[in-house]
C-alpha cells in the first residue's frame, strides 16, 4: 500500500475565501482538524483513498486572521510541496496583491520547489467581476500555474480543485518513482557511468 503524504498551503489576502475553500473539502474527504495557536495556522488533514489503493494524506495550511509575523510565515511555507493562492474575482486587488505573496512566498521556499495553483474564487458573484478570466489564466500561466475559478458559496469548482491537487500528486510520485527506477537501473546496468 502507498501513503503519499503531501503539505498544502493556502495563501492570499484576507476575506477571499481560503478558509471557505478549505471547508468546503471537508464534506468530500474524511478530515480532521488541527489548530496551532501557538502560530495561528488551522491545519486540516484530508484522506484520500484513490480506487488502487493509493491513500493521499493532505495537510493543508490555512493561516488564520492573526497578525502576519515573519517568523510564522517561514514556517507556514517551509516544506510545502503544493501552494494554492487564492483572490476574489470580485476583487482587483486581492489579484493584484498576489505579486507580494509570490515575493513572501520566495523568501521561504524556492519557486522550483512547489506546484503552484492560482484559485479566483467567489465566482457566483460573477457579475461584480473585476479580473477577466483570460488575463487571470495568462497570469498563472506566466507563473507556471494551472488557473481554476471557484465558488466556495455555492460549492462550485471545488471538487475539480480536490481533483487538481490528487492529479499532481499523483503525476510528481509517478515521475519520482520513475527518477528513482532510473537512477537504479544506471546503476545495475551500467556502473561505470556511477563509479
Ligand atoms: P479568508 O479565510 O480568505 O479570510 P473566508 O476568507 O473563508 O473567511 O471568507 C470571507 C468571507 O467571504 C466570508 O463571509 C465568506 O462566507 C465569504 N465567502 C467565501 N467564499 C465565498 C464565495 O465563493 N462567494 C461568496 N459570495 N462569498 C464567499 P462572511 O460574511 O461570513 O464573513
Ligand atoms: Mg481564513
Redesign the pocket.
Known amino acids: 500500500m502507498v501513503i503519499i503524504q503531501v503539505k498544502v498551503a493556502v495563501v492570499?489576502d484576507?476575506?477571499?475565501?481560503?478558509?471557505?475553500?478549505m471547508n468546503s473539502f471537508t464534506g468530500k474527504t474524511s478530515f480532521m482538524e488541527q489548530y496551532l495557536m501557538t502560530i495561528g495556522v488551522n491545519i486540516l488533514v484530508h484522506k484520500i483513498e484513490k480506487a488502487n489503493g493509493t491513500k493521499i494524506n493532505f495537510a493543508i495550511w490555512?493561516l488564520g486572521g492573526q497578525p502576519r509575523f515573519n517568523i510564522v510565515r517561514s514556517q507556514f511555507y517551509k516544506g510545502a510541496q503544493l501552494i494554492v493562492y487564492?483572490y476574489d474575482i470580485s476583487n482587483k486587488e486581492s489579484f493584484d496583491n498576489l505579486t507580494e505573496w509570490l515575493n513572501e512566498v520566495h523568501k521561504s521556499c524556492a519557486p522550483a520547489s512547489y506546484t503552484g495553483f492560482l484559485i479566483g474564487?467567489?465566482?457566483?458573484?460573477v457579475e461584480f467581476r473585476a479580473i477577466d478570466y483570460e488575463t487571470a489564466k495568462a497570469f498563472a500561466e506566466s507563473i507556471g500555474f494551472e488557473y481554476l475559478e471557484?465558488?466556495?458559496?455555492?460549492d462550485t469548482g471545488t471538487s475539480e480543485l480536490i481533483e487538481m491537487l490528487v492529479n499532481n500528486v499523483i503525476k510528481n510520485s509517478s515521475q519520482k518513482l520513475l527518477q528513482q527506477n532510473q537512477a537504479i537501473s544506471k546503476y545495475v546496468f551500467k556502473p561505470s557511468l556511477v563509479l
Open positions: 492570499g484576507g476575506t477571499v475565501g481560503k478558509t471557505s475553500l490555512d487564492v474564487n467567489k465566482l457566483d458573484l471557484t465558488s466556495a458559496k455555492e
